[in-house]
């Protein structure tokens, strides 16, 4: 006799996001039991950290390049030259800075993350650690997760700053704007919980991108093939999850946190 949901045309979509919450949930829980993998943590950090950095401040440039140009066009055709660095810094600071860190967190390190732990699937190791008593997500998940979150916040302060140097070097030097004007505008019209929220997602991000990984890691296909699309499809819903979320803490934030002057 099958099941009742067995039928229901999205039930393995539900029962995959079930599982993908509870993996986050006793990720949570898994963070606060000893022993702490702290060997393990430190490698991750380090591995994360050596195959984002580059790619990150590389990235970051033009990113903060294309907005303040963007910007700085649009300001002054309606007469606004005053307010470009405030809109472009806090463009870069709340919106693209936790999303490149996010997306090269996911793209780099959470690839490489879903790899390593389905290899260790379809060789039979985790089923071999759970035989022994030991748990995988304290010992493999819980590592990753936080080495994601931390790395993620490190380096949205790295593209925080790169970007808003890029967009302040070409504002002031191809569009000839005023560095005063664009530094005044930014004090003026910046506030501290801007700066907050940026690292909040960041550190969010870093979070969704981990357990995403993980999940896809541990429950890959049959064979080396099987953990070649995991590791597709682990990149292609953290992007989707990504969006998602900084679209809901985005919206959270500008109707809790009143705009600076008001």
């Not at 067995?6 to 993908?20: C, D, H, I, K, W």
């Not at 993996?23 to 393990?40: A, K, N, S, Y």
């Not at 030991?134 to 790169?162: C, D, F």
């Amino acid at each position: 006799m099958t099941a009742p949901t067995a039928n229901f045309p999205g039930a393995g979509a539900l029962r995959e996001t079930g599982r993908l919450f509870a993996l986050g949930l006793d990720t949570t829980r898994m963070v606060f039991r000893r022993p702490f993998q702290v060997r393990e943590f430190i490698q991750q950090c380090w591995f994360i950290a050596s195959v984002t950095i580059l790619p990150t401040a590389l990235v970051s440039i033009p990113f903060g390049a294309v907005i303040a140009l963007q910007l700085g066009s649009l300001t002054r055709q309606i007469g606004a030259q005053s307010f470009t660095g405030a809109a472009s810094v806090l463009a870069i600071i709340q919106q693209a800075s936790p999303i490149v860190t996010a997306l090269l967190i996911a793209g780099a390190g959470g690839s490489a993350i879903c790899a390593d732990l389905g290899s260790r699937k379809i060789r039979d190791e985790i089923d071999a650690m759970e035989v022994l008593g030991v748990s995988p997500i304290q010992r493999l998940v819980v590592p990753r997760v936080l080495a994601s979150m931390l790395i993620s916040l490190l380096l949205n302060g790295m593209v925080s700053v790169v970007g808003v140097l890029g967009g302040y070097f070409f504002n002031v030097i191809l569009q000839g704007g005023t560095p005063g004007a664009y530094l005044a505008s930014f004090s003026a019209l910046a506030q501290l919980p801007d700066l907050w929220i940026s690292e909040i997602k960041a550190v969010i991000f870093g979070f969704l991108a981990g357990i995403v990984a993980a999940y896809r890691g541990l429950n890959p296909g049959s064979g080396p093939k099987g953990v070649g699309d995991a590791v597709n499809q682990s990149v292609v819903i953290t992007f989707l999850l990504l969006f998602f979320v900084n679209f809901v803490l985005t919206t959270i934030y500008l109707q809790l946190v009143p705009a600076k002057g008001m």
